[in-house]
Each structure stands twice: as C-alpha cells, then as structure tokens.
C-alpha cells in the first residue's frame, strides 16, 4: 500500500492526494445529482442558479483541481507543480469568497466553512512550506 502513497517527506503531500480524492468525489456527485452543488451554493439566490449545466462546470472545474493536487502530491518538490497546485486552491478561496460576499450564492454555513476552511488553510500551508519542498 505504501508504494501508492507520495514518496516525500512531510504531511503536506498527503493532504494534496486527500483533497483530490474529496474532490473528485465531489466532481462525480456533481455529475449525478445537484445536491453536492446545492449544499455548497446553499442561498436563496442559489437555488435557481445552480441548474444541471451550472453542476457539471462545477464537476469539471473541481476535477480539474483534483488533477493538478494528485500530479503535486506525487511533484511537490517539482516548483511548476507547487506553483499550479498553489494556484488552485488560491483561485478556489477567491471564487467562493467572492460567491459568499459579493454575489451571495452562497451563505455562512457548513458547505461554505468546509470549502473556505480547506481552499484557506492549504494556500496557508502550501506558503508557509514553500522552502520545506522546494528549497
């Protein structure tokens, strides 16, 4: 099982391959149904605005991400990987930031604390152990 598993040192890696699989479970949800959409998309305004089409651009831009995070997990210290994977969840905390404060699609609550949380808290940690990885 071990020789799946990112050959580097740190927890960083294995985080990337964690939320890659979340995400592209979340990206085959978003294909099947429009329950995944609706729980991160949750306001009134949402409701009408997360349709089949809007669900499967958010399957394949989540997916997408999911690539780029798997290809760093196993490349962290590759810095045109970082650099992509950085960018992912960096784009991902703008878009949601901007869907709950601007737009408001989106309200404060466990869909937009668990996308905020993770997109949040991998920019910061992907930061702060640049040099770790990359030296």
């Not at 290809?71 to 950085?86: H, N, S, V």
């Not at 869909?111 to 930061?127: D, F, P, Q, R």
């Amino acid at each position: 099982m071990s020789s799946y598993l990112p050959p580097h040192e740190g927890l960083l890696p294995y985080w990337l391959l964690l939320a890659s699989i979340a995400a592209i479970s979340n990206s085959v949800n978003s294909y099947r149904s429009l329950r995944w959409p609706r729980q991160t998309y949750a306001s009134p305004l949402a409701a009408s605005q997360v349709t089949p089409f809007a669900a499967r651009v958010y399957g394949t831009w989540t997916f997408l991400s999911a690539v780029v995070r798997v290809f760093a997990a196993y490349r962290i210290d590759d810095p045109g990987f970082y650099a992509l994977t950085l960018a992912t969840f960096a784009l991902a905390l703008t878009h949601f930031t901007a869907e709950w404060l601007a737009f408001g699609t989106m309200q404060a609550d466990k869909g937009c604390a668990t996308v905020m949380l993770v997109s949040g808290s991998s920019v910061v940690w992907m930061l702060l152990q640049r040099g770790f990885y990359l030296g």
